[in-house]
Nanobody, 129 residues
Framework: QVQLVESGGGLVQPGGSLRLSCAGS????????IGWFRQAPGKEREGVSC????????????YYAESAEGRFSISRDNAKDTVYLEVNSLKPEDTAVYYC??????????????????WGQGAQVAVSS
């Protein structure tokens, strides 16, 4: 079973940046599609970005939701069993709890929430002046 731990959240001013980390516990994160989702108070959890496994035909392809396109960047460090989400040009509406999740690599780069079997505990990101 994959255990995921997010870190790197915090309070940042509008226009600022953060790097969120999603660390695995078994050295096998590379065999999964990893997605980042977020949930703001009173709203549904929404997909932000994902990266497919670098093993197999998808070869580490990435996908961004419209809200993240051009501002967020997802990447892997397989040696550290970690996936990162760089979040730039932050806006107050980016305030949310950010979760990483793992899905079977067979799904490729997907943000369909019910494809994800394993979830981290979340990291709070607050954007405020």
């Amino acid at each position: 079973q994959v255990q995921l731990v997010e870190s790197g959240g915090g309070l940042v001013q509008p226009g600022g940046s953060l790097r969120l980390s999603c660390a695995g516990s078994t050295g096998t994160l590379n065999f999964y599609t990893i997605g980042w989702f977020r949930q703001a108070p009173g709203k549904e959890r929404e997909g932000v970005s994902c990266i497919s496994s670098s093993e197999g035909s998808s070869e580490g392809s990435t996908y961004y939701a419209e809200s993240a396109e051009g501002r967020f960047s997802i990447s892997r460090d397989n040696a550290k069993d970690t996936v990162y989400l760089e979040v730039n040009s932050l806006k107050p509406e980016d305030t949310a709890v950010y979760y990483c999740a793992a899905a079977s690599r067979g799904w490729g780069a997907t943000l369909v929430r019910d494809k994800y079997n394993y979830w981290g505990q979340g990291a709070q990101v607050a954007v405020s002046s």
